[in-house]
Nanobody, 119 residues
Framework: QVQLVESGGGLVRAGDSLRLACRVSGRASSIYKLAWFRQAPGKEREFVAGITWSRGIPDYADSVKGRSTISRDDAKNTGYLQMNSLKPEDTALYYC????????????WGQGTQVTVSL
């Protein structure tokens, strides 16, 4: 089993930066990929960024590409999402998720951390 706990959300102004963290406990070695999703009020949950756990290969949604960096620290069993030049449309509940295999659904989810960007 794997448990995920997010932190780092908050209320910021447009143009500010935030770094979200996802602490992984349990069998971190079983993770193939760690990802961030977000869900804004009235909208579907969407993929933001992901990174393969062992090789550190990232991928990003177009909406955040160039403004965000996903990373992970094996020693700390923690994944990060650095978001810069935040926009009001980035306001959402951000979830960390992990999956054990390349294909298929994400197996584990955190509770989420709120990011609110004001003008």
């Amino acid at each position: 089993q794997v448990q995920l706990v997010e932190s780092g959300g908050g209320l910021v102004r447009a143009g500010d930066s935030l770094r979200l963290a996802c602490r992984v406990s349990g069998r971190a070695s079983s993770i193939y990929k760690l990802a961030w999703f977000r869900q804004a009020p009235g909208k579907e949950r969407e993929f933001v960024a992901g990174i393969t756990w062992s090789r550190g290969i990232p991928d990003y949604a177009d909406s955040v590409k160039g403004r965000s960096t996903i990373s992970r620290d094996d020693a700390k069993n923690t994944g990060y999402l650095q978001m810069n030049s935040l926009k009001p449309e980035d306001t959402a509940l951000y979830y960390c998720a992990a999956k054990k295999m390349l294909l298929g659904q994400y197996d584990y989810w955190g509770q989420g951390t709120q990011v609110t960007v004001s003008l």
